[in-house]
């Protein structure tokens, strides 16, 4: 998969890769079953991008769902869940309510939810992300 984070005039050159790397450096972690090393790696890859974008834009909102996926991965439930809510929370505002990421962010905050015992407030999770589905009628 790409990489969430695309280098863009917002960041120096050097910051823009340092910050890809790490998140590549997760990805690559995670596809080795080595949850803890990606989570390490996409902490140090939101810190960079807070370090220079700020704590709300969406380059930090979806490394913060990487976070989450790896610690979903690695079987840390309650940690998982802390930051699909940190990703959904960055994303509804860098894109509003209606957008695939933020959709994508409350199906994953969805499965963590459910793997906490949390059936009811998944199902809810999951709804809101399918509501946000366009209408393949509306198309036609």
């Given amino acids: 998969t790409r990489s969430p984070f695309f280098i863009n005039a917002s960041m120096p050159p050097r910051e823009a890769m340092a910050a890809s790397v790490m998140n590549n450096l997760g990805q690559v972690a995670s596809a ?18 807070v370090e220079r974008l700020g704590p709300d834009h969406a380059h930090v909102g979806k490394t913060h769902k990487l976070l989450c996926k790896a610690l979903d991965s690695a079987g840390r439930y309650a940690a998982a869940r802390d930051a699909c809510t940190e990703a959904l929370d960055i994303l509804q505002q860098a894109h509003g309510e209606r957008h695939e990421e933020v959709a994508d962010s409350l199906r994953t905050l969805a499965d963590v939810t459910d793997k906490l015992g949390q059936t009811e407030e998944a199902a809810t999770y999951r709804k809101r992300a399918m509501t946000m589905l366009p209408d393949p009628d509306r198309a036609k």
């Fill in 32 to 49: 080795s079953e080595d949850f803890e090393s990606a989570a390490e790696w996409h902490r140090k890859a939101i810190h960079a991008l």
